[in-house]
């Protein structure tokens, strides 16, 4: 099979405890199976605090449980124990993989650093050129030809809507609209319907509020996101964006992209990938702006990490906006597209 991965995958290393957040920090831990057995045998006083920790959550899975937020074998050098104690080699899945991500689409495998650690994110706003040139190439056209669904079509639609995303010639706002509104072209093919030009929202767009109420909403892990949140939620109707920022979501929307767009072969819906580009956009293009204004100005790498620890790696969360979409008409592409160039018209003047 095929594998592919972005150009910085292999450069990547753990910073560990010069970590400025950490995986071991408000996540509970998964454990599998192997990792278990293997957990079940450990004398001494780490085996038996392994087995007290180890327990079941509410999706069935077998976790260590955060405690105040942190893993309980994260210890006060904020290093693991577990690595200390047994070795590298028998940390779980989750601990020894994250942040790299497989993601197998039977006839290729394309491999994916998570956003949500923060030095993987910082090989990715750093990243020259295209670091994700291998994906979408010939191997995998190939590959797809022997797939009897719809990868190859989703595999040349995906490179189509990378391109525009990277348009510079265009404010951001108006490639993530064109982005979404060739989506809907290419969900039409998917449902087996004519593609039809998108009609303009019969209704001014208003303001993009019901994006950040919805984020409120969210399971929220820390307490300064959730403060962020609240504030930029009270700055909703007037979101400023800076040019100087989308230079950095770029690169966040096109790891986003690579990441999740695929996943319409198994799902059928190729929009709810953009739509969760354009609702982050908003959300973290709006705070971005207000920790500047603050004073308190919270690095952009750190706010889009944020962003992908608390938002696109939770289960729930990600179910709920994608329940949003199918339910709420102020979620429609068009009324999304119409906020977009609306946020476009009223950005401030560039300096
Ligand atoms: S988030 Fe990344 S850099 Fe930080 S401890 Fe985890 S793997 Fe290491």
């Known amino acids: 099979m095929q594998d592919v991965y972005p150009e910085f995958y ?16 408000d996540w509970d831990i998964d454990i599998d199976s192997d990792t278990e057995a293997f957990y079940q045998t450990v004398q001494g006083a780490l085996g038996d605090k392994m087995r007290r920790e180890l327990v079941t959550d509410a999706y069935g899975e077998r976790v260590f449980k955060a405690k105040n937020g942190r893993c309980p074998f994260w ?8 690595f200390i104690g047994i070795g590298e080699e028998h940390l779980s899945q989750t601990c020894g993989g994250f ?10 495998c394309e491999h994916i650093l998570s956003f949500a650690c923060p030095e993987a994110a910082r090989f990715m ?10 994906f979408g190439g010939a191997a995998e056209l190939e590959a797809a030809e022997n797939d009897d669904g719809a990868l190859r079509f989703l595999l040349k639609a995906r490179t189509r809507s990378v391109q525009m995303l990277l348009d510079r010639s265009l404010p951001f706002a108006y490639r993530l609209a064109d982005c979404l509104e060739f989506n809907t072209q290419v969900q039409a093919v998917l449902d087996g319907n004519e593609p039809q030009p998108l009609l303009p929202a019969d209704a001014p767009p208003g303001s993009c509020r019901f994006i950040f109420d919805l984020h409120a909403d969210f399971e929220i892990m820390s307490a300064r996101w959730r403060t962020a949140i609240q504030e930029a939620q ?27 767009y695929l996943e319409a072969v198994r799902s059928g819906d190729v929009l709810y990938a953009v ?11 709006t705070l971005d702006a207000l920790f500047a204004q603050s004073g308190d100005p919270l690095p952009r ?19 709920a906006m994608n329940r949003a979409f199918d339910s709420d008409a102020r979620f429609s592409a068009e009324n999304l597209i119409a906020l977009l160039e609306q946020s476009v018209a009223d950005a401030p003047p560039s300096l």
């Open 10 to 25: 292999k450069a990547f290393r753990c910073i560990a405890n010069r970590c400025e957040d950490s995986c071991c920090k």
């Open 75 to 82: 210890n006060r050098d904020m290093l693991c124990d577990i």
């Open 99 to 108: 942040p790299r991500v497989a993601v197998d689409y039977g006839v290729f």
């Open 125 to 134: 706003l750093r990243a020259e050129g295209d670091p994700y040139a291998a």
């Open 234 to 260: 009270a700055h909703a109707d007037t979101p400023a964006v800076s040019d100087d920022f989308t230079r950095d979501f770029e690169a966040f929307a096109q790891y986003y992209i690579y990441r999740y």
């Open 275 to 285: 739509k969760r580009i354009v609702c982050a956009y908003f959300v973290t293009g």
């Open 301 to 319: 790498l750190r706010i889009l990490q944020r962003y992908s620890k608390e938002v696109e790696h939770s289960y729930d969360n990600t179910e």
